[in-house]
């Protein structure tokens, strides 16, 4: 059942993908054929109609469609490229081997450009490779590679978030919560009972979400115990579901606060929770365990504003694609990656940050 399930999403996604690279191909020409009056006329005689001129090809890898927070930036990222360059989008399924063998198909089609969203960072080595061999442009976004590697070619660039900035934000959510909700605390032992959900045990920025989340509410003044282990759930609605059932049976009345590294796992510690009368909409307030998560996803989103969950760190998907769109129009030009833009460099000089923000109810 479950393994039917997922693969009509994936079908699903890969129809959607299908009708925007459609769109994409065939939209724009009518854009180009309405010349704004104050633009630079083109001279006497010089005959190159806009709609005429090649578009470049950017070929886009992504470590998974069935990611809430990645679809957000893939629908948003056609959006920004539209009528600007075509693309060829491949799924990597959560599967690094996969997306290998999907970026040796791109290097053969000689795209002008790469925008890869790794399925396992660390893989970027040999992957970087064969870009810097094949001369490549190459924007790294989302999962984070060795800067140090990413050096080593004067065409790549990367842009993604900073991965301490999300957990220390939950921190500061947990101590505006603590603050404002003494009933939190209910045993009244002047700590927060915690449970955490981690999204992958290796991944740079679970582990920073993780660490910094709790670090930054201890510094902030909040006196933290955790409950139960770490629980890895793959950043998964239905395994973060699981685990928060178990860790509710095991430790009953004891949680006072979810932690979780994204919003799909929070999502699955709601249910869990509204499952044994917690957190339903309009319910006794007295029932309600705070769940903090991260990416502000538009079910977390409706989630936080129905009061079943508390607040979110929101990852601006959109600004995420802007960004990415921006370098790489710049890049395939020729042209410094910056150049025109508002972006800056963080001190790798090959990284452009983009700021999160706390979302709590609108
Ligand atoms: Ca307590």
Redo the contacts with the bound molecule.
């Keep these: 059942m479950k393994i039917t399930r997922k693969w009509n999403v994936v079908f699903l996604c890969l129809f959607g993908l299908l009708s925007v690279v459609a769109l994409a191909a065939c939209g724009d020409s009518s854009n180009q054929s309405a010349p704004a009056a104050s633009e630079s006329a083109p001279a006497a005689g010089e005959a190159a109609p806009a709609a005429e001129a090649k578009l470049p090809t950017f070929g886009v890898l992504i470590y998974k469609y069935d990611d809430t927070y990645i679809s957000t930036v893939r629908n948003a990222l056609a959006e920004a490229l539209e009528g600007k360059a075509e693309f060829q989008m491949q799924d990597g399924k959560g599967d690094q081997a996969a997306q290998n063998d999907q970026l040796d198909v791109m290097i053969e089609k000689k795209v002008d450009l790469l925008i890869v969203n790794m399925v396992d960072a660390r893989a970027a080595e040999g992957l970087l490779a064969k870009v810097k061999a094949a001369g490549i442009p190459v924007i790294f976004f989302n999962r984070e590679p060795d800067l140090n590697v990413l050096k080593t070619f004067d065409k790549a660039a990367f842009v993604g978030t900073n991965a301490a900035d999300a957990g220390n934000m939950q921190g500061d959510i947990v101590k505006k919560l603590w603050d404002e909700h003494p009933e ?10 915690y449970v955490m959900f981690q999204g992958e045990p290796d991944n740079p920025e679970a582990i920073a979400r993780t660490e910094f989340s709790v670090k930054k509410a201890v510094e902030d003044g909040v006196q933290m ?1 955790q409950v139960g282990q770490t629980y890895v759930c793959n950043w998964d609605t239905a395994q973060a579901q699981q685990a928060m059932e178990s860790a509710l049976a095991a430790n009953e009345g004891k949680i ?1 606060l979810v932690l979780a590294n994204n919003d799909s796992m929070a999502m699955g510690a709601v249910a869990a929770l509204s499952n044994v009368g917690f957190n339903t909409e309009g319910g006794d307030p007295a029932k309600f365990v705070p769940v903090v998560g991260v990416d502000a996803t538009d079910q977390a989103v409706d989630a936080i504003n129905k009061g079943l969950m508390s607040a979110t760190v929101k990852q601006d998907g959109p600004a995420m694609a802007q960004a990415i769109s921006a370098l790489a129009l710049n890049m395939v030009a020729g042209k410094p990656p910056l150049e025109g833009t508002t972006y800056t460099w963080d001190d790798s000089g090959i990284a452009v940050r983009i700021p999160y923000a706390p979302f709590f109810k609108e």
Aim: glycine content about 8%; aromatic content about 8%; overall charge negative.
């Design positions: 939190y605390d209910r045993n009244n032992d002047g700590k927060l009972q115990e006072e």
